[in-house]
């Protein structure tokens, strides 16, 4: 993983008004050999002077960091292949042929993308898996709870731990997902992944997989208590992949 020693790398934060945009800001300190050239933003913005496309925010800087929507992260992932920069994504929210044109237009730049950029998540995802794998009659159901303002559901790390299960499984997530449940269900269809979304509150991000048997049930949980760590994954990130070859890669990447 990269040490927040490494070589010097300049940097464009885009949407820095926002939730994650503020977190790295405030990661920013932690990491002297990156400096802030200029921000991505719609809005006037701290941080640093602001600049209105992506192709700008590359012409300025190695590297654009960027937890914002769908539509914005799919423009700064073209202008990445386009300059052979570094485009690092938190971005959730994707549809499926999103994420197929997010991976077809970014080929050339230096691509990380994850739902979850904490190493405590990175290691949830391979516990689940391995339990997934361990009992594969056990009924999964995944859990998560967001604050109130968030737009999409289930979250991205939901879909996240969802797919590690499945894998584990040898099988798509889009073969096992149960529909959401409402209304007169009936019976559970054994081997299908639930998942449960609630929202209230400024709950930052509490996922749960749970693995139900006859007589007993075992639960793997994470708690997010701040976002500095999607932040200091995020910048570490960005440091890792100027060392590494044009791809997309994924924190697991990363983290080995
Ligand atoms: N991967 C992870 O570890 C992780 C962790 C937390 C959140 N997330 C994801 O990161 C994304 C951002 O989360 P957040 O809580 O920081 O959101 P947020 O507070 O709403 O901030 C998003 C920022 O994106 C910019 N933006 C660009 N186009 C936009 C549009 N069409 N609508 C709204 N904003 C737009 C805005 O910045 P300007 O106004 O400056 O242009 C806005 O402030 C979400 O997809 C969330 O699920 C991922």
Redesign the pocket.
């Known amino acids: 993983m990269a040490s927040p020693n490494s070589t010097p790398l300049t940097l464009a934060i885009?949407?820095?008004?926002?939730?994650?945009?503020?977190?790295l800001l405030r990661a920013l300190p932690q990491f002297p050999q990156v400096s802030l050239t200029c921000?991505?933003?719609?809005?006037d913005?701290p941080g640093a002077p602001r600049v209105e496309t992506p192709e700008q925010a590359f012409a300025a800087a190695d590297a654009v960091i960027d937890?914002?929507?769908?539509?914005?992260s799919l423009a700064i992932a073209e202008a990445a292949a386009e300059q052979k920069k570094i485009h690092v994504c938190?971005?959730?929210?994707f549809t499926p042929e999103e994420m197929r044109r997010f991976r077809s237009v970014s080929a050339g730049a230096r691509v990380v993308w994850?739902?979850?950029?904490?190493l405590g998540?990175a290691l949830l995802a391979s516990l689940v898996a391995q339990a997934a794998k361990a009992l594969p009659e056990a009924d999964l159901e995944i859990l998560e709870m967001h604050h109130r303002?968030?737009?999409?559901a289930p979250?991205?790390?939901a879909l996240l731990l969802g797919e590690a299960a499945a894998g584990a499984r040898g099988k798509a997530l889009a073969d096992l997902r149960d529909a959401p449940r409402d209304g007169l269900t009936g019976p559970r269809k054994t081997g299908t992944i639930g998942f449960a979304a609630l929202r209230g509150g400024d709950v930052?991000?509490d996922h749960t997989a749970m693995f139900a048997m006859a007589g007993e049930r075992i639960e793997l949980s994470h708690k997010a208590s701040n976002?500095d760590i999607?932040a200091t994954?995020?910048l570490r990130a960005a440091l890792w992949a100027a060392g590494q070859k044009a791809g997309f890669y994924g924190m697991a990447d990363m983290v080995g």
């Not at 885009?14 to 977190?23: C, K």
């Not at 303002?149 to 999409?152: I, T, V």
Request: charged content about 15%; hydrophobic content about 35%.
């Open positions: 885009a949407g820095p008004s926002g939730r994650m945009g503020q977190a921000v991505l933003s719609r809005q913005a937890f914002t929507r769908p539509a914005l938190g971005t959730t929210g994850s739902a979850n950029m904490s998540v303002l968030k737009e999409d979250s991205g790390t930052i991000g976002r999607y994954g995020a």
